[in-house]
């Protein structure tokens, strides 16, 4: 079993900055893919930047040069620094993560969403 614990979402006026964290806990083996999503109310989730265990990342064209992705393998989480966040990035974020388990199997997982709203 395998846990994510997403923190760092908030409010903050256009412009501004936030920091998204997803830690992975459990029975992990190895960590592949780890990707951020966001969901905004009415629309469907979308990928918002993803990264390997490589540390190879891609991004959406909306966020790209504003938000960075990155992870910390050691500690098995991704982080998201969002910088001249605009009102069209308020959703609810989500951080989804590909584990190897100790069993053998791999199996994704949702983080819980974090809400992330920007004032103009």
């Known amino acids: 079993q395998v846990q994510l614990v997403e923190s760092g979402g908030g409010l903050v006026q256009a412009g501004g900055s936030l920091r998204l964290s997803c830690a992975a806990s459990?029975?992990?083996?190895?960590?592949?893919?780890m990707n951020w999503y966001r969901q905004a109310p009415g629309k469907q989730r979308e990928l918002v930047a993803g990264?390997?265990?490589?540390?190879?990342?891609n991004y959406a064209d909306s966020v790209k040069g504003r938000f960075t992705i990155s992870r910390d393998n050691a500690k098995n989480t991704v982080y998201l620094q969002m910088n001249s966040l605009k009102p069209e990035d308020t959703a609810v974020y989500y951080c989804?993560?590909?584990?190897?388990?100790?069993?053998?199997?791999?199996?994704?997982?949702w983080g819980q969403g974090t809400q992330v709203t920007v004032s103009s």
């Open positions: 459990g029975s992990i083996k190895s960590i592949n893919v």
């Open positions: 990264i390997t265990s490589g540390g190879s990342a």
């Open positions: 989804y993560v590909l584990c190897g388990l100790i069993g053998g199997d791999w199996r994704a997982y």
